[in-house]
């Protein structure tokens, strides 16, 4: 991938599943690379850790700031922190929704004020916000995740047209089932056959995606091969949404 090696990235949600494996490919491609997560980030793990929660808008800025003078300007950004409690609207909690939009939704915003402000007078830089294919199709239990990564994907669009100008691209990579914790947590029996009592297709592909697959995604958006690329969502489901 052009363009990524010599770069300084920093990825959100390093500490596991998609967040590794972004960290992972971009390291491979060349980048020196900022790992973000509010866990312990492995030794495994080839980026730099900083302990960072993505809800506190004066520590992000304070670990941006840090990221700058330690490693140096910014290049990349990708947005993976998540979280994702299951249930169904009428028995969600008050704390349960608020903590969804702010770790999926203000945690993206907070990171990505941070880095813009920095990258605009560059004239450069690169952003990916990691949604999910649940912003752009109901589904059930999830209602509180999917608004919160509805609103995280519009926002780093609306981004991108902003930044446009500058020279500074923002996309949105959406994936489906993804073979990481999360999934696991959710106890889902077949994702690739599908659930037709919860109006929930399969996966056309036939298969679970692996981390490193969304990770590839995200790899291309930030790299020369998409410089004329801005403001689009690359669904990675295996046709699971059939792209409604």
């Known amino acids: 991938m052009n363009g990524i090696t010599g770069r300084i990235a920093v ?19 060349g980048a020196t690379v900022a790992a973000f997560d509010v866990r312990p980030v492995p ?45 169904p609207v009428t028995s ?3 704390e349960q929704w608020r903590r969804h939009f702010a770790v999926n939704t203000d945690g993206v915003f907070h990171l990505c004020r941070a880095v813009a402000r920095r990258m605009v007078p560059r004239r450069r830089g690169a952003i990916v ?11 059930m239990d999830m209602a509180a995740y999917a608004a919160s990564k509805a609103a995280a994907a519009l926002f780093t669009k609306c981004l991108g047209l902003e930044l446009a100008r500058h020279g500074i691209r923002c996309n949105v990579v959406s994936p489906g089932s993804t073979d990481t914790a999360m999934l696991a ?5 077949d994702p690739v ?33 998409a410089r004329h690329i801005t403001m689009h969502d690359l669904y990675v489901d295996g046709g699971a949404t059939l792209r409604a």
């Open 129 to 139: 916000t990691v949604a999910s294919n649940a912003a752009g199709i109901p589904r």
């Open 92 to 94: 969600i909690t008050d």
């Open 193 to 225: 056959g599908g659930d037709l009592k919860r109006y929930r297709v399969g996966i056309p592909l036939g298969r679970v995606a692996a981390p490193e697959d969304i990770a590839d995604a995200v790899l291309f958006l930030a790299s020369d091969q």
């Open 11 to 29: 990825v959100t949600g390093a500490a596991q599943g998609i967040g590794a494996a972004v960290c992972a490919g971009l390291a491979k491609a």
């Open 185 to 189: 947590a959710l106890g889902i029996a």
């Open 43 to 87: 030794e495994t793990n080839p980026g730099r850790p900083y302990r960072v929660d993505v809800r506190d808008a004066a520590a992000v800025e304070e670990a941006v700031d840090r990221v700058e003078r330690e490693l140096g300007p910014v290049d990349i950004l990708v947005n993976v922190a998540g979280v994702l409690q299951p249930g």
